[in-house]
């Protein structure tokens, strides 16, 4: 299991809000390093909260509910 915190509500309202996020995009949101937001995008999508949507032009993560 994981814990929620700031970056991962962050992530949370920005997805109810636009739909969709890439990991450029959470590290600019909840500044922190682009590792760091793919790793906390990776737990999510394990844990079956998002899917990843592999894309040509850049992966990005939806809500998978």
Do not use: W
């Amino acid at each position: 299991t994981f814990e929620f915190g700031e970056t991962e509500s962050l992530l949370m309202r920005y997805l109810d809000d636009y739909g969709r996020i890439s990991v450029s995009q959470l590290a600019q949101l909840a500044d922190i390093p682009p590792e760091r937001a793919s790793q906390t995008l990776l737990r999510l999508t394990k844990a079956d909260l998002l899917h990843l949507h592999p894309d040509e032009d850049g992966d990005y993560f939806t809500l998978n509910y």
